[in-house]
């Protein structure tokens, strides 16, 4: 089954090596935030030339993420790490020539080639990690990926300043920055400074090319498509990668939130120069917002998905990130540290990375999810919206420039406006006409399409919706002014299917209590024509039940594949001797004391099955029709009079007809009519069948249908 496959333990050597690759992506890509004030010095640079260093290493993912998909389909994943590593190796040496001649452009040219290996590597590495298991829990193995690349960020520019810094250079820097030196003297001075890097740099090159000649001797499943090919988003009414919105909105997504993320990191060190920290003491501050970020992507880890979905933790991270924003602009205040007065809004920028840390996690499974064919080609324009890094601190940089570095951080605003809007609507996204909200009786119209309905096939024709219902069924090709429209193209239109009666698909059940597997049975069920359900449970303890029921609450308003509609309990109040399949060790009598334990901890529940004979559940039935509840015969002993009395206390439905339960019963020579002839004769009663042909046979559903007619056949 596939919620079992996912789980194999095959997976460990794929993502230790994904970890290592992140980790090497966190080194080579966060050292930029020391980078850009180190060559803003050494290279005589304002604040917006200084932030080249971001727009050259970030556009390769603009220009070069769709190549690097064809490439990876050309030569696979695994040549294509190879090729990524040794492409960054590439642009590692050339700081040496870039270093001795102090040409700028030369190491912007080196920036742009390790971002284009970065961006073959991010092509293969994102979505690797999506599929090496189920979708749900996706954000967490992200997280986990996150984790390696932010430990890697943190030590980064403290080993950058460890390696090229020297206790001596504040009083350098003070002197090339009050130009008390000029013409030779100060060209000397500043080529000593910019070639401390040759060294390091070109042992990073070394490294970066060894470590692509190992991966060549370690053995890699292939991507493809497989997983994703036979899902029910794999529809061939679409024709382009632009008729998935929730992608496209995803990858606009991906561009601010690498954008927001970026200034809080890159740009932290000048805000702490402008607060008279030097270079060796500012250093700190992105290491610290990399810490902040290490807490954020614990609690993924932690949280996601058995105490909290993915969803959630997008939605709390992007409101939080807004609230920091605003934040980091207004807050008054300052602390002491190392003898200067720092802003406190220099810490609300830090913190970001908390949130930041999680945003990343939730957009990226949201987007590319049911993707089918164009799974490859989305991941790689979710990559290509990695050059919201490039693009976002130039223009922060122009802003400071002109009106302060404070200032400049209002350009975060927008960026979280926009995460909030995907967070909580952008990624339910399916048809672009769902982007505006429908107006008051809109009509929604359902067009070319062969009508299916309970009573006859109805021929092509045109099903109209309003307010969630269907309010008219036409012939032909009808048409109703301002409608949004939906083209069948020949297929079949249907009402979905809603199951009363459920416990679980796909290899799951839910009573194995966890989000994951109900979301696969949602979406299980979604896959096969089911678009309503109701979540069933069996005979267990009250802690696992009660287990189950705060699982429940935080998946269904998930929207990822068939809609809960509410909870079905089945038992544990029911007669052993007509047990079926459930545990007999949980069976037991109503307890008041424990029912209200349950009754108090969901508002969900629509039915409970129960056995109507036994002691306590007639005053049961009653409780429970007060709160709207539908009590259930099931798994019962009970006689014709026995069902006539519950009719009483609110039983009109029988669960599982003809099924664990008796029908003409020989009592003390006498015969008894069963809970089976009940259900035929008393009309106050609807029964349910499992209409599979094994558990009725055809003959048998064929007398209920007879007796009871369909309105007493939910």
Not at 17 to 22: D, K, R, S, V
Not at 75 to 94: E, F, H, K, V, Y
Not at 195 to 210: G, H, K, N
Not at 569 to 577: D, H, Q
């Amino acid at each position: 089954m596939d919620n079992v496959q996912s789980r194999q333990p095959s997976n460990l050597i794929p993502m230790i090596m994904l970890g290592t690759l992140f980790f090497i992506f966190g080194l080579v890509s966060w050292v930029n935030s020391i980078l850009i004030p180190y060559f803003k010095v050494s290279c005589e640079l304002t604040h917006a030339q200084s932030y080249l260093v971001a727009l050259a290493f970030y556009i390769a993912y603009l220009v070069m993420s769709i190549p690097a998909a064809r490439l990876i389909g050309r030569i696979g994943s695994r040549r294509g790490i190879m090729i990524g590593l040794w492409l960054m190796s590439a642009g590692t040496l050339i700081f040496v020539p870039a270093a001795c001649t102090r040409a700028y452009s030369i190491f912007l040219t080196g920036l742009f080639t390790i971002g284009t290996g970065l961006s073959i590597l991010q092509t293969v590495a994102n979505p690797y990690v999506t599929i090496l298991g189920p979708i749900e829990s996706a954000a967490r193995r992200i997280s986990i990926m996150g984790l390696c690349n932010k430990i890697a960020g943190i030590l980064a520019p403290l080993l950058f300043a460890a390696v090229i810094l020297k206790s001596t250079d504040n009083e350098l820097f003070e002197v090339l920055k009050s130009n008390s030196v000029t013409g030779i003297e100060k060209d000397i001075l500043l080529d000593g400074l910019i070639r401390r890097v040759i060294v390091p740099y070109s042992v990073l090159s070394l490294f970066l090319f060894l470590f692509g000649c190992t991966i060549y001797f370690i053995r890699l499943p292939e991507l493809g498509n497989n997983q994703q090919e036979d899902t029910i988003h794999d529809n061939k009414d679409r024709k382009s990668i632009g008729s998935y919105p929730y992608l496209i909105m995803g990858v606009f997504a991906i561009f601010f939130h690498v954008a927001a993320q970026v200034i809080s990191i890159d740009t932290i060190i000048s805000y702490a120069e402008n607060m008279g920290f030097n270079l060796q003491e500012a250093k700190i501050f992105p290491s610290i917002t990399l810490s902040c970020a290490l807490v954020g992507y614990f609690l993924g880890i932690l949280l996601i998905p058995r105490f909290a979905s993915q969803q959630l933790m997008l939605r709390i991270s992007t409101v939080g990130g807004l609230i920091l924003s605003v934040c980091v602009l207004f807050i008054p205040g300052t602390i002491q540290m190392y003898g200067h007065a720092t802003s406190l809004s220099i810490w609300c920028l830090s913190l970001m990375g908390v949130c930041n840390a999680l945003i990343y996690a939730g957009i990226w499974p949201l987007a590319i999810h049911d993707l089918g064919r164009w799974t490859n080609l989305g991941s790689s324009f979710m990559v290509m919206a990695l050059c919201g890094n490039a693009f976002m601190p130039v223009i922060y940089g122009l802003i400071a420039d002109h009106y302060g570095l404070r200032i400049g951080y209002i350009v975060l605003i927008p960026c979280f406006l926009y995460l909030i809007f995907y967070a909580f609507y952008g990624y339910k996204i399916n048809h672009w006409s769902e982007l505006w909200k429908l107006k008051k009786g809109q009509i929604t119209r359902i067009y070319n399409g062969e009508i299916i309905t309970p009573e006859k096939n109805l021929g092509i024709g045109t099903v109209l919706i309003s307010g969630g219902k269907i309010i008219g069924v036409e012939p032909g090709n009808y048409k109703v002014a301002d409608s949004v429209d939906y083209d069948a193209k020949g297929g079949f239109i249907a009402p979905g299917f809603i199951d009363l009666h459920t416990h679980g698909a796909g290899g799951s059940d839910f009573m194995d209590c966890t989000e994951e597997d109900c979301l696969t049975i949602a979406r299980e069920h979604l896959r096969h024509g089911t678009t309503l359900l109701y979540p069933t449970t069996l005979a267990s303890d009250n802690q696992e039940l009660l287990r189950f029921l705060d699982i429940y609450d935080r998946v269904k308003g998930q929207n990822i594949g068939a809609a809960f509609g509410g909870l079905h309990l089945e038992g544990p109040y029911f007669a052993y001797a007509f047990r079926g399949a459930q545990d007999p060790r949980y069976l037991r009598n109503p307890v008041p004391e424990e029912y209200m334990e349950i009754l108090d901890r969901s508002q969900d529940i629509v039915r409970w099955s129960i056995a109507p004979e036994l002691p306590g559940a007639l005053e049961f039935g009653d409780l429970l029709r007060k709160k709207g509840i539908l009590p259930s015969i099931a798994h019962t002993d009970a006689i014709y009079e026995d069902v006539a009395e519950a009719i009483l206390h609110g039983f009109t439905h029988i669960t599982h007809f003809y099924s664990c339960m008796n029908g003409i019963t020989r009592r003390n020579a006498y015969r008894y009519a069963g809970c089976i002839e009940a259900g035929y004769l008393l009309d106050e009663i609807t029964i349910e069948l499992i209409t599979d042909g094994v558990h009725v046979p055809a003959p048998l559903m064929k007398l209920a249908v007879k007796n009871k007619g369909r309105r007493r056949l939910p």
